[in-house]
């Protein structure tokens, strides 16, 4: 984190909390309706977008 850029970071954190966003939506849906295979897959996406943004500003601070 100290070696990007203030904008990266604050690019980074913008797309965390969309992400986080969704995670926490699908959640709450699923508590509602915790069959629904749909819900399921959505809330398995958004993580996996998860892990693939932090995995990338990962690689970004270890380039600089």
């Known amino acids: 984190r100290d070696v ?3 904008e990266t970071i604050a690019a980074v954190e913008r797309s965390l909390s ?3 966003t969704a995670i926490e939506e ?3 849906a699923l508590l509602s309706d915790p069959s629904n295979a749909t819900l399921v897959d959505l ?3 958004s993580y ?3 892990v693939d943004l ?3 500003a990962a ?3 270890a380039r600089t």
């Open 4 to 6: 990007l850029r203030p």
């Open 18 to 20: 969309v992400v986080d």
């Open 26 to 28: 699908a959640r709450a």
């Open 43 to 45: 809330l398995t996406a």
């Open 48 to 50: 996996e977008r998860k």
């Open 54 to 56: 932090l995995r990338r």
């Open 59 to 61: 690689d970004l601070g």
